[in-house]
């Protein structure tokens, strides 16, 4: 959340080949990998690490990092194109006992949101998103608010709710300034400008994207790279510069 997704990867790696032979810690750690290269847009070498996770706790008893784990499989299988796995959710769901000292990135209410929102079912993303809020809020967690309200701004905006996106948007870049969060924050500004570009606050959409582009390159997080260039991208086609927008895209 503070530093780069790559140098977490890079750790991570290490970690991996210090932790010996305990599965259990050899699971968090590839979970922990497996988060850390989907911020450098390789999904598919996420896919590995959450299968690696999948089969270290094969026969334990551990069902809270076995729900997180088998959300996040079903995260990278989505994102490879091979669809919504809803008996993966449900039992993932089901063992989840998730509390405020678990990243809400990792909870699988939040991932669940996010692959509604990607299939288009925004009133079910948003009950997800809505509870999580609520469960974030009354735990006093405030370095989830970034990430969780970034996820919010995007899909207010897909539902034509722009002020409510803004300001979502612009919440979450306040709190993210105040804690250091600047991988966050290359999300946040994408959610910021995206809300803008759609309001058609044109100068605003720009220089957020940039802002957002600029961070992301910082701090080594490729997903945010390509998300800040596509709204640069749909802004400079919406102003009728189709070679401008060629360029971004």
Request: charged share 25%; glycine share 6%; aromatic share 4%.
């Amino acid at each position: 959340r503070q530093d780069s997704p790559a140098v977490a990867a890079e750790i991570l790696g290490k970690a991996l080949a210090d932790a010996g032979s305990d599965a259990s810690l050899r699971a968090c750690i590839e979970r922990d990998l497996a988060w850390a290269v989907i911020a450098c847009g390789d999904v598919r070498d996420a896919r590995n690490h959450t299968r690696a996770a999948l089969a270290l706790i094969e026969n334990k008893e551990a069902p809270e990092l076995r729900s997180q784990i088998l959300a996040a499989d079903a995260l990278t299988s989505f994102l490879l194109g091979d669809g919504f796995d809803e008996a993966r959710m449900r039992e993932s769901l089901t063992l989840d006992d998730s509390d405020s000292t678990v990243p809400v990135e990792w909870r699988p209410s939040m991932m669940l949101a996010s692959m509604l929102r990607w299939s288009g079912d925004l009133a079910g993303a948003t009950q997800q998103l809505d509870g999580l809020h609520r469960q974030t809020t009354e735990a006093g967690d405030e370095a989830s608010l970034p990430y969780l309200l970034m996820q919010r701004s995007e899909t207010a905006t897909l539902a034509g709710e722009l002020r409510a996106a803004l300001e979502y948007a612009e919440a979450a870049d306040t709190i993210a300034v105040s804690m250091g969060q600047e991988p966050i924050r290359a999300g946040v500004l994408y959610a910021r400008s995206l809300a803008a570009a759609h309001l058609g606050v044109t100068d605003d959409a720009r220089r957020f994207a940039l802002e957002g582009l600029a961070l992301a390159h910082e701090t080594g997080a490729v997903l945010t790279m390509l998300l800040n260039q596509t709204v640069l991208g749909f802004l400079e086609l919406s102003l009728d510069r189709p070679s401008t927008a060629h360029e971004w895209l």
